[in-house]
C-alpha cells in the first residue's frame, strides 16, 4: 500500500523498524516502545508525521505477513551424524548440537531457491586435493602451531566473533556515518547488504547439510593414511579456537564476508579503506585497503585459527559473490522501475 505523498520518510522508517522489531523480540517491547517515542519526539507534529506513522505500520504488516511462512520458526528434524570417512558428526571438546540444520530450508527474500547457487561438491576426504588443503590446516590452524606467524594469530582469533554480519553491519554503518548518507541512501546500502547476507545464510545452510563435510579437527584427529594417502591422524590435535557446530563445506565467514564486499564495493568502490574492530579481541583494529581485502583476511583466517580448509573458503566465496550479484540486480531493477 503507497505511503501518503506528504509521508515523513523518518517516521516511516522509525514505526517500520519498530513494529518489525517487536514482532520478532517481544520481550524487548519496552526498550524499542520507548526508542520509538524518543526518535518520534523529535520530528514535529502534523499531518507528514501521522502519514509516516501510518505507512510505516502499513509496511511493517506487509513484511510480516509476508515472512509469517517462511519457515524460519519451523522446528528442523533431529540430525543423525554419520560415522563414515568425511561425514560430518559434533566435535571435540564439548562435541556441540549442529546449529541451524533446518536453515537452509527457509524461504529466501530474493533467490529463486536456496539451492541457486548451491557450489559443487567438494573434493573426496579420500583424494590428493583434500589431503592437501587439509594439511594445511594441520600447519597453520593448529592452536599450539609454529607456523603460523603471528598476525595470523591475531587474525584467526580477531575473526572468531559470530555471528560475522554483525562485523559487516557495523563496517556498514561507519561508511554510511562518514559519507552523511541520507535516508534513502543508507536504505539502500542496508536494504542490499542485509538480504544478500540473509539469502546467503540461507544458501550457505542448504549446501552445509547437503554435502555434510566433517570438521578439519575430525578429519586430523581420525586421519588414516590407508583410506586417505597424504594425511597422518594426530588425535592430539585442536584448533586455535573452538569449532563452530555445523559442517564444514562450504565456509560461512567466506561466503558472508564476500556477499558484504561484493555489496558495499558497489557502493563506494573497489579502493575503499576501512578499520575493522572486533567483540572478539577488544582494543585490536585491522585496517586494510579495501573491503575485498577485508573479506579475504575474513575468509582466510578461519585456515589459520583451525575451522575450515582453503577448499571449503574457496566454495564460501563463489557463493557469497554470487548471492551478493543476485541482491545488487534486483536492487538495479527496483530503482531503474521507481519500486
Known sequence: MPAAGDAR???????????????????????LDGRLASELAGMPDGQAKQDGVAGGMAAAR????????????AAAAPFVAGTGPGDYRPTPPKFPA????????????????AQQFRPAPPPSVSS?????????????????????????????KFWSATPVWNTWNQVAQQLVADRHASLAQATGVFSALDLSLADTTIAMYDAKYHDDVWRPVTAIQL?????????????TWMPLTPTAADPSYPGAHSALSEAAA??????????????????????VTRSFASLSDAADEAGLSRIW???????????????GSEVAGRALEDLSVRQSTGG
Open 305 to 319: 585459527s583451525g575451522q575450515h580448509t582453503r577448499i571449503d573458503h574457496q566454495a564460501g566465496q563463489k557463493l
Open 98 to 113: 549442529p546449529m541451524y540444520t533446518g536453515w537452509g530450508s527457509v524461504t529466501p527474500f530474493l533467490l529463486d531457491n
Open 128 to 156: 590428493a586435493t583434500y589431503a592437501t588443503a587439509l594439511n594445511e590446516v594441520k600447519s597453520l590452524g593448529r592452536d599450539s602451531s609454529t607456523t603460523r606467524t603471528p598476525d595470523e594469530t591475531v587474525a584467526g
Open 9 to 31: 520518510p523518518d517516521a516511516a522508517a522509525d514505526q517500520a523498524a519498530h513494529d518489525v522489531l517487536v514482532s520478532l523480540y517481544p520481550t524487548m517491547r519496552s526498550d
Open 62 to 73: 506487509q513484511l510480516i505477513a509476508l515472512r509469517s511462512s517462511d519457515g524460519s520458526s
Open 223 to 235: 586421519g588414516d593414511s590407508a583410506r586417505s594417502p597424504g594425511i597422518v591422524g594426530d588425535p
Open 262 to 283: 561484493t555489496v558495499l564495493t558497489a557502493f563506494y568502490g573497489s579502493h575503499q579503506p576501512v578499520a575493522i574492530t572486533s567483540a572478539a579481541d577488544p582494543g
